[in-house]
């Protein structure tokens, strides 16, 4: 690393903890590149940054054929260089198993698998080149899980794992280090819609009771704070040792106990 200002790519920016994470990491002073299908959310981003806070917005659906190596390139036009990715946007929809359609498993591996992949191999090319970087792959303790109402998000989340080693060998012999973090139920607007259309499948009318059932199957017995899911991608992202690669952190407060 040099003495530049570290430069950061987070996707989706535009709300959650990709939001939260964007505010972290400038104020602990890196140069953002904020990329999400929103422009309103990248908006809001910016809002929450330090004033003095040197930032990109980059308004890009990610699934689109080349959009990750152009985002990546914006972001090097920008600053320079590219010294930590986090593959942080999602999607997930439930269907029940036996009511699935292809048009969900599409946009769910689109989005959540293939964007990803071809986000890290276009920042693991600039990586490569500066023998530096590190790269965070946001999985789901999902990935491990039976999930019947919710099938194609746990694939998407086992190949993200999958990903993450693979391109962790990859890019080793660079310095390069790719890691993923699987967090535990959060309280963003993805999980939200996500348990409402749960409870509604599953036929559940005290939606009250739904969620503080699940919420009983985690053994800490609560859900996780955006701030506690952050500060465990601000680790592997900026502060673990330089010989941690091919991980994953589980942050799920012992839901993934594997």
């Known amino acids: 690393m040099t003495d530049q200002v570290r430069t950061v790519l987070i996707t989706g920016a535009g709300a959650g903890l990709g939001q939260r994470l964007a505010a972290l990491l400038a104020e602990r002073g890196l140069a953002v590149a904020l990329a999400d299908v929103s422009a309103p959310g990248l908006e809001r981003t910016l809002k929450l940054l330090p004033a003095d806070a040197s930032a990109i917005a980059i308004?890009?659906?990610?699934?689109?054929?080349?959009?990750?190596?152009?985002?990546?390139?914006?972001?090097?036009?920008?600053?320079?260089?590219?010294?930590?990715?986090?593959?942080?946007?999602?999607?997930?929809?439930?269907?029940?198993?036996?009511?699935?359609?292809?048009?969900?498993?599409?946009?769910?591996?689109?989005?959540?698998?293939?964007?990803?992949?071809?986000?890290?191999?276009?920042?693991?090319?600039?990586?490569?080149?500066?023998?530096?970087?590190?790269?965070?792959?946001?999985?789901?303790?999902a990935s491990r899980m039976a999930l019947p109402n919710y099938t194609a998000y746990a694939a998407s989340k086992a190949g993200v794992d999958a990903v993450t080693r693979a391109a962790a060998l990859a890019l080793a012999p660079f310095g390069v280090l790719v890691n993923s973090l699987a967090p535990g139920m959060m309280d963003t607007e993805m999980q939200r819609s996500t348990e409402l259309d749960l409870a509604r499948i599953e036929g559940r009318s005290d939606v009250e009771a739904f969620l503080d059932e699940r919420t009983r199957r985690v053994p800490l017995g609560r859900r996780a704070e955006i701030d506690e899911v952050a500060a465990g991608v601000l680790w592997l992202a900026l502060d673990a040792p330089p010989y941690v690669t091919a991980e994953r952190l589980n942050l799920s407060g012992g839901l993934d106990r594997d």
């Open 59 to 141: 308004t890009s659906d990610l699934t689109a054929d080349g959009a990750p190596a152009a985002a990546v390139k914006q972001v090097v036009d920008a600053f320079g260089r590219l010294d930590i990715l986090i593959n942080n946007a999602g999607y997930g929809a439930i269907e029940p198993f036996l009511g699935m359609t292809a048009a969900l498993w599409h946009k769910t591996l689109s989005i959540n698998l293939v964007a990803l992949a071809m986000m890290t191999a276009a920042a693991g090319e600039v990586m490569r080149d500066q023998r530096s970087g590190r790269i965070v792959n946001i999985t789901s303790p």
